[in-house]
T-cell receptor, first 113, second 114 residues
Framework: DAGVIQSPRHEVTEMGQEVTLRCKLI?????LFWYRQTMMRGLELLIY????????DSGMPEDRFSAKMPNASFSTLKIQPSEPRDSAVYFC???????????FGSGTRLTVV | RKEVEQDPGPFNVPEGATVAFNCTYS??????FFWYRQDCRKEPKLLMS???SGNEDGRFTAQLNRASQYISLLIRDSKLSDSATYLC???????????????FGTGTRLTVIP
């Protein structure tokens, strides 16, 4: 099993640019979670999906952030326009619905300058 | 109040020492608990699930006290490779369908010193 795959691993972009982060779930998992991690705030849940349906997006900071799950195995998190305060590590994680914990991807380290 | 609270540390212990981390959770309905380990610049990885009153895996023992709403992680005979941040996690949903997000503590940082 290849695990949860995220891309890119690192992204450096200028303020105002659009950023798209990608995540591929583990085969057979049907829950997908997007997290953001910073030193100040720790892990913050942004949004999660069950069976491709968004369940809770209350953690999405503002309208600049959007997430989609076009199929059962893939998701994107988009930031448009990006701002320096969006700099963080973004993790996606997947699990089964009855899950025994999550499996995290290796994260995307985003730097907005 | 946060769902899960941990002492952020850092804990600096010599090799071979025994160290314990505590974590409290606010939702008495929480059913499942986990400890995750996160190495520097890496993703969190599941270390242990905490069942009923607790469980043991080698040098690691996790315990759950439902009456006091706390979970602990005990590491015996600490190794240099145990240096990491340990995240306490609670699942408050039980059998409620449609909701299965976990609540993470901010983590306790451990450094094992030679």
């Amino acid at each position: 099993d290849a695990g949860v795959i995220q891309s890119p691993r690192h992204e450096v972009t200028e303020m105002g640019q659009e950023v798209t982060l990608r995540c591929k779930l583990i085969s057979g998992h049907n829950s997908l979670f997007w997290y953001r991690q910073t030193m100040m705030r720790g892990l913050e849940l942004l949004i999660y999906f069950n069976n491709n349906v968004p369940i809770d997006d209350s953690g999405m900071p503002e309208d600049r952030f959007s997430a989609k799950m076009p199929n059962a195995s893939f998701s994107t998190l988009k930031i448009q326009p990006s701002e320096p305060r969006d700099s963080a590590v973004y993790f996606c994680a997947s699990s089964t619905l009855t899950g025994n914990g999550y499996t995290f991807g290796s994260g995307t380290r985003l730097t907005v300058v | 109040r946060k769902e899960v609270e941990q002492d952020p540390g850092p804990f600096n212990v010599p090799e071979g020492a025994t160290v314990a981390f505590n974590c409290t959770y606010s939702n008495s309905a929480s059913q499942s608990f986990f400890w995750y380990r996160q190495d520097c610049r890496k993703e969190p990885k599941l270390l242990m699930s905490v069942y009923s009153s607790g469980n043991e895996d080698g040098r690691f023992t996790a315990q759950l006290n439902r009456a006091s709403q706390y979970i602990s992680l005990l590491i015996r005979d600490s190794k240099l490779s145990d240096s990491a941040t340990y995240l306490c996690v609670a699942d408050p949903w039980g059998d409620q369908t449609g909701a299965n997000n976990l609540f993470f503590g901010t983590g306790t940082r451990l450094t094992v010193i030679p």
